[in-house]
T-cell receptor, first 113, second 111 residues
């Protein structure tokens, strides 16, 4: 069974630009969560989607948004990029988000210059 | 301003010794706890989990202990191997897909 797949693996963007990251969950998993990992703040929850609906949201500004498609694949978007948005963005999936551990992808490394 | 990197606690052990990694969690309402291992360049990898109605759970070479009274979680790794070198995170939740992660502990295994 394939794991959680995130694309691209690396991205370099300039301040003010926007970026879209993609995540394909494990087959059969309907809940997708996104996390931001930085040396300064550690791992922080961004949002969770289940059946195309945002079910939970972390404390990030509105520049961070996401969506989920009918096949459970998810994208997150960051608009008007700031230097502080440089981070490893991790996607995780579970069957229903209510039980069982999250399974993580290897992340997208975003660098904002 | 410029953010300062987290200074991760570090645990250094000799190959073959047992390792104990500790974690204090924050929310007394959390009912599910997970330990993850993260190697360089990879995402967190599930190791073992425990629900709040248990105080101990064992896996292959790993044991998790939960003390709800003092909100403390520990991960014990038996016969630690060089391949166990990584950063270990505890995570807590009572909201399914929303995990709250600890700061992490870097485990270094000396051959």
């Amino acid at each position: 069974k394939a794991g959680v797949t995130q694309t691209p693996r690396y991205l370099i963007k300039t301040r003010g630009q926007q970026v879209t990251l993609s995540c394909s969950p494990i087959s059969g998993h309907r809940s997708v969560s996104w996390y931001q990992q930085t040396p300064g703040q550690g791992l922080q929850f961004l949002f969770e989607y289940f059946s195309e609906t945002q079910r939970n949201k972390g404390n990030f500004p509105g520049r961070f948004s996401g969506r989920q498609f009918s096949n459970s694949r998810s994208e997150m978007n960051v608009s008007t990029l700031e230097l502080g948005d440089s981070a490893l963005y991790l996607c995780a999936s579970t069957k229903d988000g209510a039980t069982g551990a999250l399974h993580f992808g290897n992340g997208t490394r975003l660098t904002v210059t | 301003g410029e953010s300062v990197g987290l200074h991760l606690p570090t645990l250094s052990v000799q190959e073959g010794d047992n390792s104990i990694i500790n974690c204090a969690y924050s929310n007394s309402a959390s009912d599910y706890f997970i330990w993850y291992k993260q190697e360089s360049g990879k995402g967190p990898q599930f190791i073992i989990d425990i629900r709040s109605n248990m105080d101990k759970r064992q896996g292959q070479r790993v044991t998790v202990l939960l003390n709800k009274t003092v909100k403390h979680l520990s991960l014990q790794i038996a016969a630690t191997q060089p391949g166990d070198s990584a950063v270990y995170f505890c995570a807590e939740t009572n909201q399914g897909g929303k995990l709250i992660f600890g700061q992490g502990t870097e485990l270094s295994v000396k051959p």
